[in-house]
């Protein structure tokens, strides 16, 4: 990386790791074939395929389900919504999610709101976490399914998948599982959590953008997404992206082979960041200090807004929550969800870790926001 860069912004996207480059190239250039053709080249693509299913079912602890790959976790958040809607019955019109999922989540239900489907929304407490004494209120007979993410993309909080599966299971319904921020930060088991349908994207743990999947339990069936040649199980039709599926199981793979060691150190690192920054005047944590992916610290700096923060320091990549749409700039939806002032939300900061950042960095990154608070807000 160009010296004086510094990554923190890796729930956005993450490097590629050089071994999942190393193991994706032949698919570009010698095993290029088309894996639904019969000769050489396609039984070769097919095979591939078939073991990098094989290996990411068994990585994220599944047994018999389906894996359908996509382009990445809006895809399969699309496809399982909509396919769970459209296979619905009549008397099952209810979908439950929550006010902190991601906009993929809360844009498709809105869509499914406009065509007929009664959308419910479970609140989150101030550290961000679901209520299973409201789950159980709102969760019903006429509940198709529950949508719920593992790990919030802002804030790092860990929702009780378990135990909100067991609620729905009770109503006969199907839970949704967005776990793109969950797979290779903290141990995720499908079959453990007995999540009905998991998804998950590559790039958010060093595989390429643009590939992504969605597990299903066996049994489970989704309305065709995309119609063609009747790929993936005929629910997403196209020609698969052989070296992106490579890279996707390489990946995964890597993550969950060196879980343990790689929370370790990004823990180590995010804990020091998170102690010295907290220890500045002003600043205080969002979400649950525990219950929280290791990777994860989202931060307000009282009297900064973190967009001006972000512009003039464009030389470290961290985020921030708020949505700009059309010229209104919104303060984040999760932290407003979590009941966070407006003024609190616009100078949260979120800081994400992986396992290419070290403690330099960290010194760096804290040395540079003492600097920038010391010129912004010198009466702290
Ligand atoms: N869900 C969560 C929790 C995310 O954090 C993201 C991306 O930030 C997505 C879904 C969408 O992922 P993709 O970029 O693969 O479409």
Do not use: W
């Amino acid at each position: 990386m160009k010296t004086g860069l510094i990554y923190f912004d890796n729930n956005a996207t993450t490097r590629l790791d050089q071994e999942v480059l190393t193991a994706m190239l032949p698919y570009f250039t010698e095993l290029y074939g088309n894996s639904a053709s019969q000769h050489h080249f396609g039984l070769e693509s097919a095979k591939i395929v078939d073991q990098a299913r094989a290996n990411i079912t068994y990585n994220i602890g599944g047994s018999d389900g389906k894996i359908i790959f996509t382009s990445g976790a809006t895809e399969s958040i699309n496809i399982a919504l909509k396919g769970v809607a459209f296979e619905a019955s009549e008397k099952k019109t209810k979908i439950v999610t929550c006010a902190t999922e991601h906009q993929a989540v809360l844009d498709t239900c809105a869509y499914l709101e406009q065509i007929g489907f009664e959308i419910a929304f479970l609140p989150v407490d101030s550290m961000g976490l679901v209520s299973l004494a409201h789950a159980e209120q709102i969760i019903d007979e006429q509940t198709l399914a529950v949508a719920i993410m593992l790990v919030n993309n802002e804030t790092g909080v860990i929702q009780p998948i378990r135990e909100l599966a067991r609620l729905t299971h009770h109503h006969d319904a199907l839970l949704i599982c967005d776990a793109t921020q969950a797979i290779g930060k903290i141990p995720v088991d499908v079959d453990e959590l007995d999540v009905d349908i998991m998804i998950f994207s590559g790039h958010k743990f060093h595989a390429p953008k643009g590939i992504g999947a969605l597990y299903m339990k066996r049994g489970g069936q989704l309305a065709a997404y995309m119609h063609g040649g009747g790929h993936e199980y005929g629910i997403r039709s196209g020609t698969l992206n052989v070296a992106g599926i490579v890279g996707l199981s390489k990946a995964l793979e890597i993550a969950i082979e060196n879980l343990e060691q790689n929370t370790m150190h990004i823990k180590q690192k995010r804990d020091l960041l998170e102690r010295k920054l907290l220890a500045i005047k002003g600043t205080r944590l969002n979400g649950h200090p525990d219950l929280r992916a290791p990777n994860v610290s989202n931060i307000s700096f009282l009297g900064i807004d973190a967009n001006t923060f972000i512009s003039e320091m464009t030389f470290l990549a961290v985020a921030n929550g708020s949505a700009c749409t059309s010229a209104v700039i919104e303060p984040s939806h999760v932290l407003r969800a979590m009941g966070i002032d407006n003024q609190t939300a616009f100078g949260a900061i979120r800081f994400s870790l992986s396992k290419f950042n070290t403690e330099a960095e960290v010194e760096e990154v804290v040395s540079l926001i003492s600097q920038y608070l010391l010129r912004v807000t010198p009466n702290h």
